[in-house]
């Protein structure tokens, strides 16, 4: 599974879209605490010939960077917010040297999220509201709490981290299969043994704008990379 799929998947698990205004006021708290960590994403189908899939993954986040990439290294995502509030994002190709930018007018054909507070989390504080809290727990020395709830026929279970704003997991199950995703580790940014690749590293990447793939269809890596993703850019 691409890492991208991996990351729809995650976002997806907030069933209902809200606006951001109400919880404007936990920005401050939601980005305060720069940490690396460490994912697995199990997708299971139902079905007996249906076969799982599963994913690790990495996620690093400080007050204006959200970095991703899948354990082999070889593909990442990097959200920026500039000064000026808006988002930078683009797909990162680490074995081609390549950045691909994506505008915010992408996102309805991308099915991207440029929401900040909730790339940054994962969920945002209405959609754990739909949940109800069951317990107060620990999870890898954290501070944690387990809320379960049932949205539109699927069962929804989260175990959030209270102090770090990000989920220790999150399974949803519906009538086609299940999706999970575990936390494996999490440790401060600064202290992390496995790190983003810098923003110097790659502002020196060859740099493609989303919208011109379709000019560029000659080109190597374009082309290898419509065949990865079986579709055409626009």
Known sequence: MKLLDVLKIVLAFSLLYFSTASFADSASTQQATEVACHYVTKVTPHGKAANSSSNDWFFWRNPNMIQTQDADGDHGELWQRTVNGSIQYRKLYHTDKTAVEYMPADMPTNNMNFDWLKLSSMLNQQELDALKPIKKTKVLGRNAELRKGKIDDKTIEVIWLLDENLPASIIRKDNTGSVELHLVDITPLFTAHKKPVAIEDIANYRQIDAVD??????????????????HHHH
Do not use: C, H, L, S
């Open 213 to 230: 793939f379709g000019d560029m269809e000659n080109d190597p890596f374009v082309k290898k990379i419509m065949q990865q993703e079986g």
